[in-house]
């Protein structure tokens, strides 16, 4: 059960109404609390915009996720919640300008009725529920006491989320309007509603673009099914680049942490992949293994007996913000796959690859 902060809210107001606010040295130490835990709330919620501010732009900004609405006290258990469709990046940039604007409006609110009213009562309460209302934010409580904002966040499911493959037929889903959304439930089945029972009836042709699968794919991540894709990728297709931020099957197999890896890229490789092709950020394939933490894509891509993307150049291909692979590796804490990218440079090939995986963060 969610702790219900009203426990500790009640008692606080009732307590803060018998302190003595005509004694001067009880309302300096009341100053002192406030302005110290005010503080360090306002230090911590300038932290968590600015880490805020790189996940907005980062790889997973236009992920779709359905949110829920905030939870109402009192609400019947089998009210049908209706999820709000946002891109992960927008709504991370929304949360941290909302908290911090909250913030900022309630210690001016709480400091103006003190220096104009005289109210220490605002004092008193906000120096305890001021700490407990920062923690019960859902991005707060992320990068606090739940691992930060880095890769993987969007997996992590912070806010409650749902991504497309955890909606049902059942799930209502609006825009940012209001405005009811029209969505196909996806499962790492290919498509299939969990608990159907398989029929003698023929499979339906997927009727997804590429692009659609290649996206839900990736939105799957580690635990995704890779047939679908597999089957749609070709000599055609395999150099595909995505419309809105030129995605190629190259960089999403080299990144996404399934268990093979080395399998779909070995797929990739004869159908003629490119892996030094580039994506809007300037991220050659090698860049999203060591952004996204995957060390068997790593490998392959600069083995001998896969990719040898040493001689490719991969690893000391630079991208718009004049980092290498490596430089993501290390900066995303990915030693697994800074490692690999640093003994090939240092032998000028990599160790033949093998199955050791590390799922996705």
Not at 201 to 206: L, S, V, Y
Request: glycine letters at 10%; charged letters at 25%.
């Amino acid at each position: 059960m969610a702790f219900n902060k009203m426990f500790v809210m009640l008692p606080v107001m009732l307590a803060a109404r018998k302190i003595d606010g005509e004694n001067p040295d009880t309302v300096y130490l009341l100053r002192c609390a406030y302005g110290t835990v005010q503080a360090v709330i306002v230090l911590l919620v300038a932290y968590i915009y600015i880490s805020s501010r790189a996940v907005s732009s980062g790889k997973d900004k236009d992920r779709l996720i359905y949110v829920p609405p905030p939870p109402v006290p009192f609400e019947a258990p089998d009210t049908k919640k209706k999820y709000t469709e946002k891109k992960f990046g927008a709504h991370v940039a929304s949360q941290a300008t909302s908290l911090l604007g909250s913030t900022l409006f309630g210690i001016c609110m709480t400091v103006g009725l003190h220096y104009y009213k005289g109210m220490i009562v605002g004092l008193a309460i906000q120096s305890i529920m001021g700490p407990l209302n920062l923690v019960e934010n859902a991005l707060a409580k992320s990068v606090l006491m739940g691992g930060g904002l880095g890769d993987g966040v969007a997996d992590r499911k912070i806010f409650g989320e749902k991504n497309r493959n955890d909606l049902t037929k059942d799930d209502e889903v609006v825009d940012d309007q209001g405005n009811p959304v029209v969505h196909k439930a996806l499962t790492a089945d290919g498509g299939k509603q969990k608990g159907k029972k398989k029929t003698a009836a023929a499979p339906k042709k997927d009727e997804r673009s590429f692009e659609d699968v290649l996206l839900d794919t990736w939105d799957l991540g580690a635990d995704a099914d890779m047939k679908p894709l597999l089957a749609a990728l070709t000599k055609k297709t395999v150099n595909f680049h995505t419309k809105d931020d030129s995605w190629t099957p190259c960089m999403v197999l080299s990144a996404i942490g399934v268990a093979n890896t080395k399998e779909c890229l070995a797929k990739c490789k004869s159908l003629g992949g490119n892996p030094a092709a580039v994506d809007k950020e300037g991220w050659n394939a090698l860049h999203w293994a060591a952004f996204h933490g995957s060390p068997a894509g790593a490998t392959y891509l600069l083995s001998d007996d896969g990719y040898g993307g040493i001689k490719l150049g991969l690893a000391a291909a630079k991208d718009k913000e004049g980092k290498s692979a490596l430089d993501h590796a290390k900066a995303e804490g990915n030693t697994e796959v800074a490692t690999v990218i640093e003994n090939a440079l240092a032998s000028g090939e990599a160790p033949a690859s093998d199955d050791g995986l590390r799922k996705r963060k």
